[in-house]
Structure formats: C-alpha cells, structure tokens
C-alpha cells in the first residue's frame, strides 16, 4: 500500500508515499481503479442527497474523481458533484479559499461550478465526501469544512473523510462537527521525532528558468475544477498513437484524471501500462524514491516541479500529457524522457498530439 520518503519541507520531514495512488510509484491503471472500487463500497448508498465530493490538490484529484465515478456507478446516484481544489486561479467566482498548513503550497482555491444545473444541485447539498490521500492529522479536512460557506455546510448531514490510509487515530473525525465517518483501506497510529541535529532544509528552486508568461487553465477544456457529475464525456482519446512496449503516462500536477482514463483505456485495449504523475512535491531520493527529475513547471509560474521513479521500468513508450501549449514543457523534462525511452508522445489539451524528435521545438 504505502512506503517511506522523506520531504524537503521544514513544516513537516516525512512523507507516506501510496503505491496505488499513481503519483510518486508508476502503478498499473487497474490498480488504481480497484482502491477507487474499494473505497466507495465503503460509503452507504443512501447518502442523503445531494452529495458533494471534494477531492485535493494535487495529490487526490484523480483519488477523488476516481471514488466519485464509482460511487455514482455503484449507488446509481445521478445527485452526486465532483469538485476538487486547485492551486489555479482560472479568473471565475470562487465558492471557498483554505489553506493546507504542513504543505510546500499551502493556498487552496475551489471555484464555484459554471454549470446552472451543477450550481443549483450544490445549493442543497445534504452529504459530504471529503477525499484526501492519506490523514495524519485531519487539519486540512478541518481547514476545508470550516472553509466552505454556511449555506453549503448549514445543510449537511453527512460527513464521510476518505483516504487510503489514516494515520489520524480518530482526530480527522474529531475536528469536524455532525455526523463524521472515517472510510480508508488501511489506518493505524505513527509516531514521528525530529532528529534536532539535523538542520531544517530549504525548498529548491526550479531546474530550469521558465521565461513564458503564466498560462491558465482553459475553463472550456476543464472539468473538476469547474465540477461535474458524470464523467463519461470527460475522456477525449486521441485517435491513433504510436505504442511500442510498455507504456508509462505521465500526468502533470493536477491534470491527472483525463490521463489516468487514458492509460486504463489502453490497458483495457490490451497493452501494459503504468501511470504515474509530475507533482510539485519536493522529496529527497531514497527509500521508496529511487530517483529525481527536477524542472520548471508547464504553466509559467517558475515553480520547481518533479518527477520520480522514472528508472523504474524499461518503457517502450511514454506518453506525457499536459493541459498547457507543448511548447510551455521544460526541455529539461523532455531530454530525461527521451534518455530513458526513445518513443516519447506528448498530448496538450490544448494544442493535441505531437511526436518531437528533439527538444528543440519545445525550447522554440
């Protein structure tokens, strides 16, 4: 389920890293979606309705997704929302703002809906599904519930927290009010101490200097940020790709959940896959982290972004997806996926499919 790395962040040294998440470990698609199957059964399917998924950035969008499109299949719920946080701001009505205290970026923002029907349904809310990767103190939960506005919260009925492990012994259900259920796959105690010797590490800069100006988010090509109820028609497939061998897809930061449908639609179609996402998340190499990439991030912010376990197959394809230009991924990321595998295809959600034979044409 779960192995040891260490953060480089001063507000808090350790970090579980899932290796069913599809973030820092590359993991087979199908795995995924059995911790997305497994958790949902654990939530009653007579939520009162509507219910309201939130899922965190970056490292639970895809979680939260995932366990919203199998609660809804399960349940045969047409009353539930998606929505996740987001460290974007795409310039529309905000229904909250929180913070996310022991994180590296601690500023969460979540849009109000766009839609008239998915803004109306989060009007009556009456249940709440909070997801998260894992619980260690329940503080961000705490932060986001507080966070939410009155008329969201005075209605609710129903608190569910979801994580794949909680290590909170009881505190995330303590800090929220009403009735509050912890659903995970595992959960246990931990007991941390600082080596005082040690001193506290600072946060790394950027591998490369990103000269582009900030690109948001396109709102038309968006969906969780934005919320929605049914997902089918949030997968737009590319129509033929080069695949040779075994394929990893690459996610970047929050745009994970359109990926990750990717890479499970193409184990379904028959070819070893694994999925794994850049994160901003700084960690130093070892114990489960084999090995680093350090780079800009595609969106213009000048943010130090990470790539990990990239050594830890022999891939035939790599698939990178992106919802930014092609031209805003660092060269610095591009060169390191093409020394570990030849036949690297990036997909932009702006610009579509491109198979480049140098890094030449993203540094242009």
């Known amino acids: 389920m779960f192995g040891f790395a260490e953060r480089i962040n001063p507000k808090r040294a ?19 979606h059995q911790s997305f199957t497994m958790l949902a059964e654990q939530i009653d399917a007579e939520l009162p309705g509507p219910v309201l998924f939130i899922g965190m950035a970056e490292t639970a969008i ?26 974007h701001d795409l310039g529309s009505e905000k229904l909250c703002e929180f913070s996310e205290d022991h994180s590296h970026a601690t500023q969460h923002l979540i849009h109000m809906p766009q839609d008239e029907k998915t803004r109306e349904m989060l009007s009556r809310v009456r249940s709440l599904v909070l997801v998260d990767d894992e619980a260690s103190t329940g503080n961000t939960f705490a932060n986001l519930f507080a966070a939410l506005p009155k008329e969201i919260t005075g209605n609710v009925e129903k ?21 509050v259920e912890s659903i995970s796959l ?31 988010p396109v709102s038309d090509l968006d969906w969780g940020r934005l919320g929605v109820i049914d997902h089918q ?14 394929v990893l897809v690459l996610g970047t930061g929050e745009h994970v959940w359109q990926p ?27 114990h489960v982290i084999g090995d680093k990439t350090s780079f800009s991030d595609n969106y213009g912010l000048g943010v130090a972004n990470y790539c ?15 919802e930014s230009p092609l031209s805003y991924v660092d060269p610095i990321l591009y060169a390191r996926l093409k020394s570990i595998c030849r036949n690297v295809i990036l997909i932009s959600s702006v610009d579509g499919t491109a198979k480049l034979e140098n890094n030449e044409e993203i540094a242009a």
């Open 14 to 32: 350790f970090l579980f890293v899932s290796k069913v998440l599809g973030r820092h470990i590359p993991v087979a698609p199908e795995k995924m």
């Open 62 to 87: 895809g979680l939260g997704a995932g366990v919203h499109m199998e609660y809804s299949r399960q349940a045969n719920r047409a009353d539930a929302v998606f929505l996740c946080t987001t460290r």
């Open 159 to 179: 608190i569910k927290l979801v994580t794949l492990t909680d290590w909170s012994n009881g505190a995330a259900e303590q800090k929220l009010q009403g009735d």
């Open 186 to 216: 595992i959960r246990g105690r931990y007991t941390w101490l600082r080596d005082e010797a040690v001193q506290f590490p600072s946060v790394p800069k950027a591998g490369a200097t990103n000269t582009k100006p900030e690109f948001k």
């Open 233 to 246: 028609n949030t997968l737009p497939l590319p129509d033929a790709l080069d695949l040779k061998g075994h």
């Open 260 to 286: 990750y449908r990717l890479a499970f639609a193409l184990e379904q179609a028959g070819h070893q896959v694994s999925y794994a996402s850049i994160t901003r998340s700084p960690i130093s190499v070892g």
């Open 308 to 322: 990990y376990n990239l050594d830890h197959k022999n891939y035939g394809t790599v698939i990178l997806c992106v």
